[in-house]
């Protein structure tokens, strides 16, 4: 049995409809679940950036980005471990004012999970924290088990590569060299 590591794809595009649903295809079709999906303008003008998360193995996340990179629409895919990568998730949750107030350790939960209080009113108090999935979950389940958590929600992951630059930039980069050689 081959072991499953969390891949980070990161897939560069023009902002086209119906994308999205083409690259969800090839990953059920690998039968792989999406872990965390999100998609943004990038550094470059005019391109957006979509980053996706999910466990595969070496072989088959490989397959998956070389048939999403063969598209059309497509302007580079990649994948990268954690390793390859500076990354957050934000989190958001929502605990009632009331039982937020009693807990009387407030300000020490806030400095020890460096998180921030975006909202408060009488009915409930809105927390952000950043950071990696198991500190936001850390936060998530101290709140759960001591007042309850109203709502929460956590983003999918955003994710920049450790070198120096994109590696869309290089390949932009390398065909301009050639259409002005050529």
Avoid: W
């Avoid at 690259?23 to 391109?47: D, K, W, Y």
């Avoid at 807990?103 to 909202?119: D, F, P, W, Y």
């Amino acid at each position: 049995m081959t072991t499953k590591t969390l891949y980070t794809v990161i897939i560069f595009s023009e902002n086209t409809v119906g994308l999205l649903n083409q690259i969800t295809v090839v990953f059920t079709r690998r039968q792989l679940n999406i872990e965390t999906l999100s998609v943004s303008p990038s550094a470059i003008q005019g391109i957006h950036k979509f980053t996706i998360t999910t466990f595969a193995d070496e072989d088959t996340i490989d397959k998956v980005v070389k048939q999403i990179d063969k598209r059309v629409d497509i302007l580079k895919a990649y994948y990268n471990t954690d390793e390859d990568l500076v990354f957050q998730e934000i989190a958001l949750y929502k605990i009632s004012t009331e039982l937020f107030i009693k807990m009387g350790t407030v300000e020490s939960l806030i400095r020890k999970h460096n998180a921030r209080i975006l909202e408060m009113n009488e009915d409930c108090v809105v927390l952000e924290k950043s950071g990696h999935y198991e500190e936001t979950q850390a936060l998530f389940k101290e709140l759960s088990d001591s007042i309850g958590v109203l709502q929460f929600i956590r983003s999918g992951r955003i994710a920049i590569t450790k070198s120096r630059v994109e590696r869309l930039s290089d390949m932009l980069a390398e065909m301009e060299m050639k259409i002005k050689g050529e």
